[in-house]
Each structure stands twice: as C-alpha cells, then as structure tokens.
C-alpha cells in the first residue's frame, strides 16, 4: 500500500503542463470556442464548463454559457479554456 502512494506520487510529480491541463487542469472549466469551415468562421460561443470531445466522432460537446443548450460541434475548431 505504501509503495502505491508513493509511485502515485511520482507519477504525480511528474505531469507536464500540458497533460496536467488537458486532464485535469480543464474540470470544469468554463472556456470560449470558435469552428471554422476554412476561413470562414461558422461558430462561435462559451461554455458553462468544460468542453468535451465527442464519442466516436470528430467534434465537441458542452453546454452553451447564455442559452443553456447542449451543444455538437464539428470542424476546425480552437478552445480556449479560462483562467
């Protein structure tokens, strides 16, 4: 039992920035997103939390900040995830 905290704790330590934010660091955060369909830009909006990847499909899930919609988006798409 000692030796599985203490290997957790490594593992721990041991995190990126970038696979500690993309794992953890985003639970619940709220965060803005904008798709586009080439260069012209076909969505736009927040999320209430975190925005997820959809299962078994290219696109992302959230909840919309404002509307209180469940959304599915698809496309080129960036996420910026607040502070």
Not at 33 to 40: D, P, V, W
Not at 52 to 75: C, H, I, K, P, W
């Amino acid at each position: 039992m000692k030796a599985l905290l203490i290997i957790s704790a490594l593992l721990l330590t041991s995190c990126t920035d970038a696979f500690w934010d993309s794992n953890v660091g985003k639970l619940n955060k709220k965060g803005s997103i904008k798709c586009y369909s080439g260069n012209t830009l076909i969505y736009e909006g927040k999320s209430t939390g975190a925005i997820s990847n959809a299962r078994s499909s290219d696109g992302y899930q959230f909840r919309e900040l404002g509307t209180d919609n469940f959304m599915e988006v698809s496309g080129n798409c960036i996420i910026k995830y607040d502070n």
